[in-house]
């Protein structure tokens, strides 16, 4: 008796855990988000012609380089944790680090790819 | 004030699936849940299954999710939480009745830890205590502090994915003995701790350390225990 065991995806993501959770979220989405750009990279070296159209292209180069860095800087904060577990205690701190050197990394190079495409 | 709660409720023995009742009643900003939960209990729909014991964030019967996010009713007030309250059960355990989930995986994986103490060692000249310095005692101070409440493991989303993860409550338990200078048994819960569904499985979200209603660095616990595993000291 009773309701199985479920939890939807949906019901997953509305979980409110705060900042962390969020960072743990973005960091699968970077993940999905460098698997793509590697399977297109791939595919645009074989010579598919789509394949290096869409590696050309401004916008999804922004969304390779906007999700895909935040991989992995998200991923240098968490290898830095777990080889300090001293530090885990002071993870907001270390979060909020992470987002200063990630906004600042990935805006420089979102600005280097638009300065590019509109000059291009 | 006036609140609306809006509880999660499922009768096994009538429905196919949950649904949401809400309820309006009169509370205290300074009113706990626990406190409306009662209320409603007592005076709108008697067939409100929660369970509760204590009342005073000792037991840990209570934990449930409020807003979205798990708490322990007896410790979480109305004026924290707003005039507009979602209640539902734990994520990631079956629903027995409405608030109440079946807590066996739960407690199954917290015996996966040999949750006791291990010393086949003679017992001191004395035949008494096996002493301890305050600092060998602080060094897992924290995770003695656990209610067993469950709010850490069903706000996990390893767990949630399977409960063959043993979760942060069970690992917390195993730190608690594996860093006393009393217990032999380290080696043994580290090598449990070393399977499949252990450690290896904590991506550090961080949402059973928000979720402690007793402030314990769950995350930090686990991060010992891996770097115990790797190392194999226990300092």
Redesign the interface.
């Known amino acids: 008796?009773?309701?199985?065991?479920d939890?939807s995806l949906s019901?997953?993501l509305?979980?409110?855990?705060?900042g962390?959770?969020l960072t743990?979220i973005l960091h699968r989405i970077g993940g999905s988000a460098l698997f793509i750009f590697f399977t297109v990279y791939i595919l645009s070296l074989v010579g598919v012609d789509s394949m290096q159209a869409l590696m050309s292209n401004w916008i999804f180069q922004i969304i390779v380089l906007v999700f895909g860095l935040f991989h992995a800087i998200n991923g240098l904060r968490?290898t830095i944790?777990?080889l300090s577990?001293?530090l885990?205690?002071h993870?907001r701190t270390a979060i909020n680090i992470e987002w200063v050197a990630y906004v600042l990394v990935a805006g420089f190079a979102v600005f280097v790819v638009l300065q590019n495409a509109m000059g291009g | 004030m006036e609140i609306t709660v809006k509880i999660f409720r499922y009768n096994p023995e009538k429905d196919q699936r949950g649904h949401y009742v809400s309820y309006t009643v009169e509370a205290d900003p300074n009113d706990r849940v626990l406190d409306v939960l009662e209320l409603i209990k007592g005076h709108k729909d008697g067939s409100l299954s929660f369970r509760r014991s204590c009342a005073h964030g000792v037991c840990g019967s209570d934990a449930m999710r409020i807003n979205g996010r798990n708490m322990l009713a007896c410790k979480t007030l109305i004026r924290d939480v707003g005039a507009n309250i979602t209640v539902e059960p734990l994520m990631g355990l079956k629903v027995a009745k409405d608030l109440i989930v079946d807590m066996d995986p739960f407690f199954d994986n917290y015996k996966k830890m040999l949750p006791y103490m291990i010393n086949e060692s003679p017992l001191p000249a004395d035949g008494r205590e096996r002493l301890q310095s305050p600092e060998q005692r602080a060094r897992f101070d924290e995770s003695t502090k656990c209610i067993m409440c469950a709010a850490c493991t069903t706000s996990c989303p390893s767990f949630w994915a399977s409960d063959e993860y043993y979760g942060p409550a069970a690992l917390v338990a195993a730190h608690r003995f594996v860093f006393d200078s009393r217990d032999e048994g380290a080696s043994q819960r580290l090598e449990i701790l070393s399977e499949t569904n252990g450690t290896v499985r904590c991506h550090t979200a961080y949402n059973c350390t928000n979720a402690c209603p007793r402030d314990i660095q769950v995350t930090k616990a686990i991060g010992e225990l891996k770097m115990a595993m790797v190392t194999g000291k226990l300092e």
Do not use: C, N
């Open positions: 008796m009773g309701l199985k065991r939890v019901s997953a509305g979980y409110k855990g705060q962390p959770y743990y968490i944790l777990d577990p001293k885990i205690e993870f």
